[in-house]
Nanobody, 123 residues
Framework: QVQLVESGGGLVQPGGSLRLSCAAS????????MAWYRQSPGKARELVAT???????NYADSVKGRFTMSRDSTKNTMYLQMNSLKPDDTAVYYC?????????????????WGQGTQVTVSS
């Protein structure tokens, strides 16, 4: 059974940094990071970073220049490096990946989500 497990959230002061990790486990043939989202109380889920069809990251204007999305294919892990954090970045962050798994003699591609990790930026 495939799982995406997030880690790295926490409490940080304004101007600080955090690195979120999202690791896939299980029987994986292809691991394809898709995006990072976040959601604050009372707000809609917001797309923070995504991989375009040219395989380059694209960022929301609110995080551009501060956040970096990356991956380590050898570890089936995706990352979100967050620098110069602001109180407005406070939210639960979710990773999204598309994973191909063996299914009998075929392969199955499915979307998976992490469980969410809380990021709180406060002095």
């Amino acid at each position: 059974q495939v799982q995406l497990v997030e880690s790295g959230g926490g409490l940080v002061q304004p101007g600080g940094s955090l690195r979120l990790s999202c690791a896939a486990s299980g029987s994986i043939f292809i691991f394809e990071p898709m995006a990072w989202y976040r959601q604050s109380p009372g707000k809609a889920r917001e797309l923070v970073a995504t991989i375009t069809n040219t395989n380059s990251p694209n960022y929301a204007d609110s995080v551009k220049g501060r956040f970096t999305m990356s991956r380590d294919s050898t570890k089936n892990t995706m990352y979100l490096q967050m620098n110069s954090l602001k109180p407005d970045d406070t939210a639960v962050y979710y990773c999204h990946a598309r994973i191909t798994t063996p299914s009998g003699v075929r392969y199955r591609e499915s979307d998976y989500w992490g469980q969410g990790t809380q990021v709180t930026v406060s002095s």
